[in-house]
């Protein structure tokens, strides 16, 4: 890959791409990812990879596992990423669970948050209107 294809700047660069086509690649039944498409994964043959290959969910693990970049200008700090996070969380909670009790559950929160918080980003969501 690297003779045909050299990867613009250091050793970052090449982490990053790296880190990149971990994430993007699609999954097999085991949620391991499939390696045989990497040059297109990569967008490296020429075509651009589909949009639903960037946009799959973010498992628990790569969270805890992917590295952060907090010396960009758009870390607004901790307390925003909690928020960002939870308010991420509960929307695709919602997504898939109609009952509040079910949220609660996906959520580990009690049903009285559930309620709270449905209630607030409705809110959120009717003020960007």
Do not use: Y
């Amino acid at each position: 890959m690297l003779a045909n294809t050299p990867i613009r700047g250091n050793i970052r660069g090449i982490e990053q791409q790296l880190e990149r086509l971990l994430v993007c690649s699609p999954r097999d039944g085991r949620q391991r990812p499939i390696m045989s498409g990497w040059r297109h994964t990569l967008a490296l043959d020429g075509k651009r990879a589909p949009a639903t290959m960037t946009r799959e969910p973010i498992t628990m693990k790569e969270l805890q596992t992917r590295p952060l970049d907090l010396s960009g200008t758009d870390f607004q700090g901790i307390g925003k990423l909690q928020d960002l996070l939870f308010d991420k969380a509960m929307l695709t909670a919602m997504g898939k669970h109609k009952r509040v009790v079910d949220i609660a559950n996906v959520m580990k929160i009690p049903i009285s948050r559930v309620s709270v918080e449905r209630r607030r980003l409705a809110a959120k969501e009717e003020a960007k209107l």
